[in-house]
Each structure stands twice: as C-alpha cells, then as structure tokens.
C-alpha cells in the first residue's frame, strides 16, 4: 500500500493525497513536478531512479486507507544524484 506522503521531499510543499502533481519512485520517495522536471532533471536524488505520477487513492479508500501524515524532508538539500553514484 502507498504511503501517499504529505509533502515534496525538496521544497516542502503540500501534496494532499488528490494532488495531480505529485511524483513518486520506486522507493516511494515524493516529490512536486516542478522540482523533479527543474531541480532533479527527472532523476530521483535517493536512489537514482526515475518518476511516475503518484496514484490517486479514491475518496471512500482514504477512510479505510488513510495517507501518511509524516513529512519527509531532504535536510542536506535537494539535488540530482551525480551520473556515476547510483
């Protein structure tokens, strides 16, 4: 079950679970649009991997299967992996 987190890991913006510009990798690592298009280039800086639009749970799940709550939050900052580290 996604975790459907709260918030961009770079710039902490809100990402309620009905946000259609949320992006996530395999990992579950989420991000806004505009920082994995601008900032990342596409690449997540976690594990290297790419970006998928996060799914949108439907209302009635969210009761039964709420989103998490815990922000996440890059405290060394946001920034692409270089090409050869992942």
């Known amino acids: 079950m996604l975790e459907l987190r709260p918030n961009c890991e770079c710039c902490d913006r809100d990402l309620p679970p009905e946000a259609a510009d949320a992006v996530i990798c395999t990992f579950e690592c989420t991000f806004c649009s505009d920082c994995a298009k ?5 690449t997540c800086p976690n594990c290297g991997g790419n970006f ?3 799914p949108i749970r439907p209302t009635a799940m969210l009761a039964k299967y ?3 709550t815990k922000r996440v939050l890059k405290a060394e900052g946001c920034a692409p992996l270089p090409r050869n580290a992942a």
């Open 66 to 68: 709420p989103a998490s």
């Open 38 to 42: 601008g900032v990342l280039g596409g």
């Open 52 to 54: 998928s639009a996060r």
